[in-house]
T-cell receptor, first 113, second 113 residues
Framework: DVKVTQSSRYLVKRTGEKVFLECVQD?????MFWYRQDPGLGLRLIYF???????EKGDIPEGYSVSREKKERFSLILESASTNQTSMYLC????????????FGPGTRLTVL | SQQGEEDPQALSIQEGENATMNCSYK?????LQWYRQNSGRGLVHLIL?????REKHSGRLRVTLDTSKKSSSLLITASRAADTASYFC?????????????FGQGTRLTINP
């Protein structure tokens, strides 16, 4: 089975801190994604990557950056955390185009105080 | 931007009844997917229907797609208490060789024993 893991289930940080959210997948997937999920807004794409060192902005990239140095790992970085970045963060991965389903990690609930 | 919009936002039925959820979208799609999310967890892929397909089955799930109306429906037959979850449709387009999923806000389904 495909497994997508995220470094933390719950995280509490202070405003202005630099925050790293890590995601690892074990199935050699090309594509990886970061979403945030908020009540009433659904899932929104922050960034995605279709290959090592490649990244593309999603719908809401402001305030975030990403890093993909290895195929299995995709990191989301909050350069200076703000309270409006309190959210559930979901990582996902998928095979190339002939298999479009995405496999999600369990999520990281981030609270910024 | 295109977006899957689920209807209804919440649905509560008795165990054993059928549950139908609808999804509408705005622009051309490559395929449409349905996902399930248990409370506080990541999303789990249920079924994918391609733009040239009209109906697809998987166990107790039946998905239809009407591209002329830009709508899809998910039917869960003989519902069980364990089906209680949020269900999301996601429309897929291919951008620069990578898929982009756009999620709706979901339907919260409650199955009463």
């Amino acid at each position: 089975d495909v497994k997508v893991t995220q470094s933390s289930r719950y995280l509490v940080k202070r405003t202005g801190e630099k925050v790293f959210l890590e995601c690892v997948q074990d199935m050699d997937h090309e594509n990886m994604f970061w979403y945030r999920q908020d009540p009433g807004l659904g899932l929104r794409l922050i960034y995605f990557s279709y290959d090592v060192k490649m990244k593309e902005k999603g719908d809401i990239p402001e305030g975030y950056s990403v890093s993909r140095e290895k195929k299995e790992r995709f990191s989301l970085i909050l350069e200076s955390a703000s309270t409006n970045q309190t959210s559930m963060y979901l990582c996902a991965s998928s095979l190339r185009l002939h298999r479009n389903e995405q496999f999600f990690g369990p999520g990281t609930r981030l609270t910024v105080l | 931007s295109q977006q899957g919009e689920e209807d209804p936002q919440a649905l509560s039925i008795q165990e054993g009844e059928n549950a139908t959820m609808n999804c509408s979208y705005k622009t051309s799609i490559n395929n449409l997917q349905w996902y399930r999310q248990n409370s506080g967890r990541g999303l789990v892929h249920l079924i994918l229907i391609r733009s040239n397909e009209r109906e697809k089955h998987s166990g107790r799930l039946r998905v239809t797609l009407d591209t002329s109306k830009k709508s899809s429906s998910l039917l869960i037959t003989a519902s069980r208490a364990a089906d209680t979850a949020s269900y999301f449709c996601a429309t897929v387009t291919i951008i620069q060789g990578a898929q982009k999923l756009v999620f709706g806000q979901g339907t919260r389904l409650t199955i009463n024993p």
